[in-house]
């Protein structure tokens, strides 16, 4: 079992990783969590990450005149932080080269969907309803250079019900990722 600290990037709220982090608190691993970086205001993960004493940082995307002196930024917060893993939960950038390298088969995605289904979309959960698609999920993935690809790592299916609506989906497919996610973390932890 190798020592592992995990970074979580999130571009809005973070349910994901609010969920991820309540579970290791409770679990008493939180110690496993080096930093949430997050990029707007109100983040419910970071808000719990700082009370369980949890590095946080927020950077904003738009305070840098490119993409790549943004993500060079948090390559340089990752390095501080000590970080071996980067989980995306909700973040909405493709990371660059310079994180890639730096990083090497250790940044995982968790995404809406089934892939390679509804690949490259924010709105998966969306475009599954308005589809008519009868079943959907979560998949996480170690990412590559391009958005929704990579090595699947582990994938859970949810039906889809006549007069599901966002509304009645996005929760069960919380619950399924939150189980996704841990499992994930869980198998990356204990690699040789």
Known sequence: MTNIKWAFLCSSWGRNAKDVIQTYEEQKQIHKIGLVLYESEPCGAADLAKKNGVNTLLIKPEQFETKRLYQLKILEKLKLHDVTHIFLLGYAHLIRKDILNAFPNKIINVHPSLLPSFRGTKTAIHDALDYGVKVTGVTTHIID????????LFQEAMGIEDGDTFETLYPRYSKIALSTILKT????ENQD
């Open 185 to 188: 973390m869980d198998f990356i």
């Open 145 to 152: 250079e391009e958005y929704d690809r990579g090595i699947i």
